[in-house]
Structure formats: C-alpha cells, structure tokens
C-alpha cells in the first residue's frame, strides 16, 4: 500500500531516576551520600532511507515512544543510558511539528538524520546535591519526561521529472517503456493509483528518476479525482512533463487538456508553474492525431513538443535524450523557505510567560511546561524534595502571582493531576 502522509504521536524516553543512598563500609564511619544519576532518556530518530519508497510501516503506528533511562545506583553508580528508537523513512520525507505548523526535517538524502523528540536528562541522586550547610541529603530528582510532539510525516517522492497529465493519456505505459517500472495499464480511468517511481538509463549511459503521477482532472487541486493526493510529489520533480493525448481519446481536446492541467498545478502550487516543461505527443500512430498535433502547435509556442508513440516505441529516445540534457542544466534547489524551518524562530518560545494560572472555584490551576517538569521530577515521599519543591514553585513567581490574584488560605492549587493546600 502506498502511504504518503500520517500523523504520529512521539516521545522521547523519561530520564532514570536518582538514587538516595549512603556509604556503609565498615571501616569508612563517617559514610556520606553516595546515590548516583539516572541515565538518560532514549531520543526518537528519524533516518532516510533509500531503499523506501512509502511510509506505509508506519501507518498502523500512532505513537512511538523512546526507552526510559536507567535508575542510578548506590556506590555513586550513574544509570545506564536509554537506547536511541531509530525510525527509517522514504527519502524525501518532511517532518511537521503539528502544533507549530513548522517544519522540523526535510530528509532528502541517504542517511540523513534528526532527532524529533529528546529524551529526557536522568535524575540527580542525593550525592550530587550534598553541600556545606547540608552534607547528608536525603532527596533525589526523578528522571525528566522526554520531549513529546505531534508530527505530520510527509512524502513528496525524490524524482527528476514528473510525468503528469489526464488519466488514460500513456503515462504508465511511457514509464514501463523507459524503464524496469511495471506499473498497472489498462484502457480505463486511474489505472494508477499511486505514484510509480522508474530509473531511465539514457543510451549515453547517463541517468535519471521519473515519477509516473495518477491522472489529474479538472479540481484535483480542490480535491476532486486522485490529484489533490499526489499533486506534493510534483513540488521535487525539476521538469514537469506533460504528457498529451494527440490521438483525442474520448473526444478530448488536446489543448484543453493541456491548460486544464496548467490551471491544477497552479492552483496547487504557483511555483510549479515556473519548472521547466516539456510536452509529450503521445499516440501519435492514432488517426487524427498528425492534424490534431498541426493545431495544438499553434496554440503551444514557447514550449518543445516530443512526438512519441508509446505503445510502439516510437520517439522515446529522443525525449530522454532532452530531458537528460536539460538536468544537466538544472541547479537542485530545495523546495521550502528557511523561515518555514523550526530552528529559525526558537527564540520567540523562550520568550513566552513560564505558566498560567486560572481559578475555577476555589481550585487555582497552574499550568506551563517548566512547572510540569519539576513536578514530574520531584519525590514526593520524602520531606526534603517536597520543601525543594515548593522552593522552586516561589523562585518561579507562582506564589507572589496567586497573592496577586488574591489566593486564600485553604485554597487547592491544582498542577497536572496533583493537588496542594494553600498556605501564607
């Protein structure tokens, strides 16, 4: 099955817990802290892979989710550090951060890589928080959660030219012609129903990929037909080749073809109107097809026109020659902006205000994702974090801010699913 697009739910693995422990030698009588670090979360890493073609593996997956970190050990013992999760994808996968609408990857070439989700730091054990005024801590941190996202995964397929055009017109025929691709023929509407890739050699030994698109028609831009599926794979192709029925099966004109599938990809993508094009001449052994060709050229000036006939043949070296001479010319250029990359405005979210607090009832609700995590990395068996804790919460400003709002002895302070008591 050919998958182009899902949505996936990723996170990164929890940090280990620290530990809490004590050195009892028996001849060491003054034995101090000794718990060690929790090891860090496994990290969510995508990879390309050239041997893909689909994301199809991962259409039944709706999360993925990285290992934990081990727990540190006494003896000052660091906890060993997560597995990384390595996810292969289709070469020219693009990564979205949902909630952002940025994307995080453009995965063009073999063995490109990103980390979509981190895992999260390990826990510190009680060793490390030892100080003069307190050298026998008794608390520890628990591991931190992993970074969690929401993704769109995105294939827009790796291909020297695009063959697009109405259905029935010969594309999958010119491709099982120029290449080892066997896509499915048949003399009715969307025989092809997902994109086939082909590696055409030239007779010169050069070589490049075309990409057998499913027939567009009039609003596949708006979602009618099969177009508004495939038209993305268009946006990576360096040449567009249109190819057009000469032979006006079905009582089609030629021309009018040829503008109603201009119309689609500009109404997709304006951009893709400025790749350069040629024009495919197909069936042209058909009767009228010669005459048919004759009023079209008077029509169609500015581009070259290839006459072929696919079913026979006919013409075909000729075109590969062309387009292979033109990719020689054509610059590889990437297809998205770089303000559309997530890197470029990180720093518009550390400006953002650390929590929000809302009242409902007597019941004040914190929210924000650094008062979340020192929740999740806090023990709250033990008096000592609990105090740390709540210490942490003031240097926030979250007390001040509820006094400013007018908090009452009392009143319940609400973070994630934990509840505490208010008092001055």
Known sequence: MFVDEIILNVDGGTGGNGCSSFRRE????????SGGTGG?????????????????DLRNQRNIRGENGENGGGQNQSGKRATDTFVNVPLGTIITDVDTDLIIAD?????????????????????????????APTFVEKGEPGETKKLKIELKLMADVGLVGMPSVGKS????????????????????????????????????????????????SRGDGLGDEFLRHVERTRIIAHVVDMGAFEGRDPYI???????????????????PQVIIANKMDLANAKENLIKFQEKITNEPIFE??????????????????????????????????????????????PF?????????????????????????????????FTQKLRKLGIDQKLEELGVLDGDKVKILDYEFEYKH
């Open 26 to 33: 028996k001849y060491v009588p003054m034995g101090g802290p």
């Open 40 to 56: 860090k979360g496994g990290d969510i890493i995508f990879v390309a892979n050239e041997s893909l073609r689909t994301l199809s």
């Open 107 to 135: 995965l063009i070439k073999n063995g490109d890589k990103v980390v979509v989700a981190h895992g999260g730091r390990g826990g510190r054990g009680n060793a490390a928080f030892a100080t003069n005024t307190n050298p």
């Open 173 to 220: 025929t010119i491709l099982s012609m120029i290449s080892e691709s066997k896509p499915k023929i048949a003399e009715y509407h969307f025989t092809t129903l997902y994109p086939n890739l082909g590696v055409v050699k030239v007779k010169d030994g050069r070589s490049f990929v075309v990409a057998d698109l499913p027939g567009l028609i009039e609003g596949a």
């Open 257 to 275: 073809d040829y503008i109603t599938i201009n119309g689609e990809l500009s109404a997709f993508n304006k951009k893709l109107l400025q790749k």
């Open 308 to 353: 072929i006939s696919a079913n026979q043949n006919i013409g075909l070296d000729k075109v590969l020659t062309e387009l292979a001479n033109m990719l020689d010319k054509i610059e590889i250029k990437p297809i998205f902006e770089d303000e559309k990359f997530e890197s470029h405005i990180l720093y518009k979210f550390q400006k953002e205000q």
């Open 356 to 388: 929000t607090i809302k009242k409902y009832n007597r019941v004040w609700v914190v929210t924000g994702a650094q008062v979340e995590k020192i929740l999740k990395m806090t023990k709250f068996s033990s008096d000592e974090s609990v105090k740390r």
